[in-house]
């Protein structure tokens, strides 16, 4: 049980999933300062993107801190003809959570399909955000692709 609780720390204690929160120094503002902050390499952080298609559905896509979201492959994986981030304005509307702090459990909407990068499975433990910029949760990869249901594709350039 942790001493924080954001709605991403709740989904994973009502789960009965393990983890450990790793509390930051500093408010991280990009991928490496987050991996440093956390004692983690940037392979192991995970990034939880919020993308939208042209008919408004939105929906998430987790790569690895050292790679790169390829909306071309994701809307082929989705089954779309394109795809663009999500304006920054709908992402604590869609996510319940600001902007460099979206964690991909204990969104605000329930509706939103998330697509894993096969990347992410290389690695046996990742770091997500705990849904704050001053806080990451390090759990099993495994634990966190069945947290989430997400489906597993190849999405990074």
């Known amino acids: ?7 991403a720390i709740r989904a994973l204690d009502e789960l009965g999933i393990g983890y450990q929160v790793l509390m930051q120094e500093h408010k991280a503002t990009n991928v490496e300062e987050a991996a440093a902050e956390r004692g983690v390499p940037s392979h192991q952080v995970v990034k939880t993107l919020l993308v939208r298609a042209p008919d408004r559905h939105y929906y998430i896509a987790l790569v690895r801190g ?24 709908d992402v604590p509307r869609i996510t319940g959570y600001r902007i460099g702090a979206v964690a991909p459990l204990g969104l605000r909407r329930q509706d939103v399909p998330i697509y894993v990068d096969h990347w992410i499975l290389e690695e046996p433990r990742v770091s997500i955000s705990a849904g704050r910029h001053d806080a990451g949760l390090e759990l099993d990869t495994q634990d966190l692709v069945r947290a989430v249901h997400g489906e597993v594709a190849d999405i990074t350039e």
């Open 1 to 7: 049980m942790s001493k924080i609780r954001t709605h």
């Open 66 to 89: 050292d790679q790169r979201l390829s909306l071309k492959k994701l809307a082929r994986a989705i089954g779309v003809k394109t795809l663009d981030m999500a304006p920054e304005k």
